[in-house]
């Protein structure tokens, strides 16, 4: 099986995460942790980017040198994935000495390739410091930038240029060949049509400002901060595991994640320099949409940024993380809101399925004394209503359907409240007659359980190992168990303690 190595974006330190950041860095834990089940050799990367104007400018406010300034901050970055419980493999900073020695090596390689892709010319045009990018008039609305309402700097320098122009042909063969390069569909296309419509070849230097790295043959000017940044995901890999190189393990098996602000730079730009320096290009990419709060786009100047790190507070992780993957379908924009969490929080997590928990593992403890006989029977309705969900999950996680494979697991979920109902084992434990089919029902809703939480250990880690131990079964996790019949008898069953305990009113403001 090919290894598994799945990146987010790095993000920039200019200010503290949000929600936004949370999103994809939680949609990127259940990729990776689902493939670790599945045995696979997976590698999570996710990390910041450091050397961006508005990094610099916002370090110079605070009266502090960037790097002064991004030391001090990392820490709130290194709390995300920590605090929700991601599982990545090795944090980058765009300012460790491995990055940068890399990043130097590769715009070297592109020098030196013989094709004269690096040459140097004078730019003079409008940059949008929010975006970090150079913008066109057509791309601008009022005069301004409609991503961030502001009107683009002039800037006239004399810069080093990258030939993206030359790769054009390279590009839509490459979309051409490969139809699931960039998912979803419609991504895909809005990347080769911007490729069809011609590429402008593109700055990779910044000669006003020193904080970045500098360029190896023209140390008197730093490198675009994208032309720096992008090359993170592979220069992590040289340096992650020290005295390891990783790149031949892990490139080109490289899935990358990002929102759709960042399409251009990584379905376009990223894929032409990487073929310039002579790597191949990453196996795939997949684009979601954005996550907007109250229908309205997630932003300081509204107000309505929200700290990742409050919500955990109040909900907990795995709250938070099932929120992300549920609210809004993955791969389009949607909006979700702060009574969404709690809604979904009381009603699915505490009914559907702490609930769940709660009563079967009482019902064992009162009717059969804390004792599970393992009687499984093929001609079970929970065995068929378990025999496909193994399979149909990693086939939506495959294509990076993160809502749809939760979907599924719920729909089981659902299933199994039905059949307390329907079952109703507490009118059979009235009848001593009917003692063999109490159980069968019984052991096919503990049965039942833990396949749903061997499926949802991706998505709910902490969860998963309080349902494993609460109905007394192994912790481990390996896809092969989430199959019917697998549970083993335990005779000190108790009746678990809630999983997702009433909150108090919350204090956050949406
Ligand atoms: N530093 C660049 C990325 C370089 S990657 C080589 C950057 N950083 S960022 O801090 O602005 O983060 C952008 C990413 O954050 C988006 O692509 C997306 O993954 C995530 N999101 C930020 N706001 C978001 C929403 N409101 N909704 C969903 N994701 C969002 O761009």
């Avoid at 961030?148 to 800037?155: A, F, K, N, R, S």
């Amino acid at each position: 099986m090919e290894p598994y190595y799945l990146t987010t974006p790095i993000y920039y330190v200019n200010s503290t995460p949000h929600i936004g950041h949370a999103y994809t860095t939680v949609a990127a834990d259940v990729f990776a942790r689902h493939q670790r089940q599945r045995g696979r050799e997976t590698f999570l990367l996710t990390g910041v980017d450091e050397h961006a104007s508005k990094v610099a400018r916002v370090a110079a406010e605070q009266g502090l040198a960037p790097q002064e300034y991004a030391d001090r901050i990392v820490d709130a970055w290194r709390a995300l994935p920590a605090r929700l419980g991601v599982s990545n493999d090795f944090f980058i900073r765009t300012s460790d000495d491995g990055h940068k020695r890399f990043v130097q090596e590769f715009l070297q390689r592109i020098k030196d390739n013989g094709r004269d892709d690096i040459y140097q010319d004078v730019y003079a045009g409008l940059y949008c410091v929010g975006c970090e990018a150079f913008k066109s008039e057509d791309e601008l609305v009022d005069g301004k930038c409609p991503e961030h309402d502001v009107e683009p700097e002039w800037i006239e320098e004399r810069n080093w240029f990258f030939r993206l122009s030359a790769y054009q042909e390279r590009l839509l063969a490459l979309y051409e060949e490969r139809s699931d390069f960039v998912l979803p569909g419609f991504r895909a296309n809005e990347a080769r049509s911007f490729i069809a419509g011609g590429l402008q070849d593109f700055s990779i230097s910044r000669a006003g400002q020193p904080w970045g790295v500098p360029i190896p043959w023209d140390p008197e000017q730093v490198a675009y901060v994208w032309a720096d940044a992008l090359v993170n995901y592979l220069s992590a890999l040289t340096y992650a595991r020290p005295g390891e190189d990783l790149v031949p393990r892990f490139w080109p098996a490289v899935r990358h994640l990002l929102g759709k602000d960042i399409l251009r730079f990584h379905c376009v730009y990223w894929p032409a320099m990487l073929l310039a320096a002579g790597y191949d290009v990453p196996r795939q990419l997949f684009v979601h949409g954005y996550l907007l709060l109250d229908d309205r786009k997630i932003s300081k100047s509204l107000g309505n940024v929200l700290d990742p790190l409050d919500l955990i507070d109040v909900y907990g992780a795995d709250a938070v993380r099932f929120w992300c993957a549920r609210s809004v379908s993955f791969g389009q924009d949607g909006t979700a809101s702060i009574d969404g969490l709690r809604e979904r929080y009381e009603r699915e997590l505490g009914n559907d399925l702490g609930n769940l928990l709660s009563r079967t593992t009482a019902m064992v403890a009162r009717y059969r004394s804390g004792t599970l006989a393992a009687v499984p029977s093929d001609m079970s309705e929970i065995a068929a209503i378990l025999a496909p969900l193994g399979e149909d999950v990693a086939a939506r996680l495959d294509v990076f359907d993160l809502t749809g494979a939760l979907e599924r697991i719920w729909e089981v979920v659902r299933a199994l409240n039905r059949h307390v109902e329907a079952t109703a084992p507490w009118q059979i434990a009235k009848d001593e007659s009917r003692a063999a089919e109490l159980d069968r029902v019984l052991y096919d809703l503990v049965d039942g359980l833990r396949v749903v939480a061997v499926a949802l250990a991706a998505y709910l880690p902490e969860t998963s190992t309080r349902i494993l131990a609460a109905l007394g079964q192994p912790a481990a996790v390996d896809w092969g168990e989430v199959a019917y019949g697998r549970t083993r008898a335990v005779d000190t069953l108790e009746p678990a303690a809630p999983l997702f305990p009433r909150v108090d009113e919350p204090t956050l403001a949406a």
